[in-house]
């Protein structure tokens, strides 16, 4: 036996010599490149935690003391120490565990976030509340990477934290130069000055051995030059960018070393205020086709051969890689188009934009705030920008949508890679609510396309508005299959009719496919059907309003929240118009969704073909009732989400014990 398969809670660590924990550290390492390429999920940044991990565990109390992971995505290590091993074999599948911190799963986890520079303001929260309560053996420790100090956020939490020498908050920062793509801005060149000023240590020493052995003046002048440390440190190692914050620094620390490790966080657990520990990590550490990969160091991988880190099966064309290569041949025929993004460069296509045009690509890190403000400005200054970040990022950002850019109708495109349902991630990743949340800018048109042929032509559309903004959606993943237009009214395609006018069905972008496949059912049980794609689905097309008259029945069927969404906006439109044909709308449920591969999740939400045909052929008058297939769940019995899987302490209270 191992001794990880010995590991099933943090306290089974504390008896280990440091020996036997670089021993369980390869055994962790070589457990997560098996289970992750069976799977799929994120190798590399768990492969350079694994030490840092180990020490945290060894140091604090968890759940009693609270780890707080942001990003979620380095915490597998963590899931691992704390009983969770056996979970692996179905990480991230639907019913399996998820890929970031999850309260359900365990009390060692209380928040479970994937949107980054978060933690310390939870952090902030907590050690207040702790505060106000009395309670002074617990420690609060967030783990932070260093792209996620790009955001806002971290900086508005670390002005507060900084601020109660008395309220003790261990910021540990996972520096390993790299968030996604390298960490760009002001503040990763401060890092990286830490990371290659240590001089200074070896420095000292060997001035103690040489001074010691001089006679007389030796130990003299070493004293006096180890008075002038700080001075010699701040000038070698600049670190005084924390400290004036009023945040002593630990660092910076070999994140590999676990004695190093564990003796800095003592440091920092035993001081009594607001510590930053430092850690050097490498992202991808001990797995040679990880630290080789120079893209993103296997940040996030699919399912991988384990001994060469190639894919068992080549990636198909994706959504991002079509509006990749348009929007180089638009920056092609247009000087004006600029692109900007938020820590996302290569992960939604930007990358080839960058190689075609270096000077037109700003990366403002995770920064979406800003980066939607900044592109207002460029709008102002005469140039058209394309903002591409994912869908359920958009959400951080939706006043400056709001306020700074729709208000000044600025000429700006968002693209939203990874709308809809995206599975795997989980509910912080489904980019479930735009379509939601949009709907109320005023002058913001959207576009969402079905296939390669529409994505192409919304873009360019898009990026023809020069008053007002403008938004292309489009799913994970690979290509949905073309689907034709059979006409087209008044912009709108028609991809299907048959039959007499009893169906109208407004398809919203990847639905196209289920759409087309439930008209298909409906004329096989006598039903006319006729479907239409808008591919501008904000605002309503004006003549839905005219169509649904005609008809006797509206559908809408969306990859968005039925809560205010284009089905919704169309109800609304028919009312407006005076038009009484009953709407049926079909999306989302407003819930967060567990994590899952994303046909199983439009089963869960009732929108296959199949089940929207159960469901719309009841409210015709007349019509044969029809049989459910085996399993499929209807729209309306939607499993409310599964309190089972949620620890007995939290399923009694509601909530895990903090």
Same mark, same amino acid.
């Given at each position: 036996m191992g001794l990880l398969e010995k590991i099933e809670r943090p306290r089974d660590l504390d008896g280990l010599t440091h020996q036997e924990l670089a021993?369980?550290?390869?055994?962790?390492?070589?457990?997560?490149?098996?289970k992750v390429a069976r799977t799929g999920g994120h190798l590399g940044p768990n492969l350079g935690a694994v030490e840092l991990t180990l020490a945290l565990h060894r140091v604090f109390d968890s759940p009693r003391d609270r780890i707080l992971w942001d990003t979620g995505h380095q915490s597998y290590v963590h899931k691992m120490l704390t009983g969770r091993r056996e979970g692996f074999d179905r990480l991230r599948q639907k019913g399996g565990l998820s890929g970031y911190p999850s309260a359900a799963e365990s009390d060692h986890d209380i928040i479970e976030n994937s949107h980054a520079s978060t933690a310390l303001s939870y952090a902030d929260g907590l050690a207040k509340a702790y505060r106000l309560r009395g309670v002074r053996d617990r420690a609060v420790v967030a783990v932070i990477g260093d792209g996620a100090l790009t955001g806002g956020m971290a900086w508005e939490a670390l002005n507060n934290i900084a601020a109660a020498?008395?309220?003790p908050v261990i910021i540990v920062i996972n520096d390993n130069g790299r968030s996604y793509s390298p960490t760009i801005g002001g503040l990763a060149t401060h890092l990286a000055a830490l990371r290659t000023t240590r001089g200074y240590e070896k420095f000292l020493a060997s001035a103690k051995e040489t001074l010691n052995t001089t006679p007389v003046v030796g130990p003299a002048l070493y004293s006096a030059l180890h008075g002038a440390k700080k001075g010699l440190k701040d000038i070698l190692a600049p670190q005084g960018m924390f400290e004036d914050l009023g945040l002593k620094y630990v660092g910076p620390i070999d994140g590999h070393d676990t004695e190093a490790l564990e003796n800095a966080l003592r440091m920092a657990r035993d001081f009594g205020g607001p510590v930053a520990v430092h850690c050097l990590t490498t992202k991808g550490h001990g797995y040679r086709p990880a630290e080789d990969d120079q893209l993103d160091h296997f940040h996030g991988v699919g399912v991988i051969d384990p001994l060469t880190g190639k894919p068992t099966k080549p990636a198909g064309r994706s959504w991002t890689s079509v509006f990749a290569d348009e929007l180089v041949e638009v920056g092609t025929e247009r000087e004006d188009v600029v692109a900007i993004t938020a820590a996302m460069l290569h992960p939604t296509g930007l990358h080839k934009f960058q190689k075609a045009f270096p000077d037109r690509v700003f990366d403002v890190g995770i920064a979406e705030q800003h980066a939607v403000t900044s592109a207002a400005g460029l709008a102002l200054g005469g140039l058209h920008p394309v903002v591409a970040v994912y869908a359920t990022f958009l959400n951080r950002a939706f006043d400056q949508v709001l306020m700074d850019v729709a208000l000044h109708r600025c000429g700006v495109t968002f693209v939203l890679d990874r709308a809809g349902?995206?599975?795997d991630d989980g509910a912080s990743h489904n980019g479930m609510w735009d379509l939601s949340i949009l709907q109320v800018v005023p002058g913001l048109r959207v576009c969402a396309p079905r296939d390669a042929g529409t994505l192409r032509t919304g873009l360019r559309e898009a990026v023809e508005v020069d008053e007002a903004p403008? &938004?292309?959606?489009? /799913?994970?993943?690979?290509?949905?299959?073309?689907?034709?237009?059979?006409d087209t009214v008044s912009g709108m395609d028609v991809l299907a009719r048959g039959g007499t006018e009893d169906v109208l069905v407004v398809s919203v972008g990847a639905m196209a496919g289920e759409c087309?496949?439930?008209?298909?059912?409906?004329?096989?049980?006598g039903i006319g059907a006729t479907v239409v794609d808008p591919r501008w689905v904000k605002p309503v097309n004006e003549e839905i309003p005219r169509l649904a008259a005609r008809h006797r029945l509206v559908v809408t069927v969306e990859d968005g929240g039925r809560?205010?969404?284009v089905g919704a906006a169309v109800a609304q439109a028919l009312q407006a118009a005076g038009v009484d044909t009953p709407v049926r709308t079909f999306g989302i449920p407003q819930r967060f969704l567990d994590h899952g591969k994303r046909p199983d999740l439009l089963t869960e939400c009732g929108l296959t073909a199949h089940q929207l045909f159960l469901a719309? &052929?009841?409210?015709? /008058?007349?019509?044969d009732t029809a049989t459910a297939p085996d399993g499929a769940a209807g729209p309306d019995e939607i499993t409310p989400y599964d309190q089972s899987a949620r620890p007995a302490a939290a399923r009694a209270t509601g909530k895990v014990n903090r």
């Open positions: 021993g369980l550290s390869r055994e962790i390492r070589d457990f997560l490149i098996e020498q008395d309220r349902v995206t599975g403008t &938004v292309v959606r489009f /799913p994970k993943g690979a290509l949905a299959e073309p689907v034709p237009a059979i087309v496949e439930l008209a298909g059912l409906l004329e096989a049980q809560a205010g969404g719309v &052929v009841d409210q015709i /008058p007349g019509a």
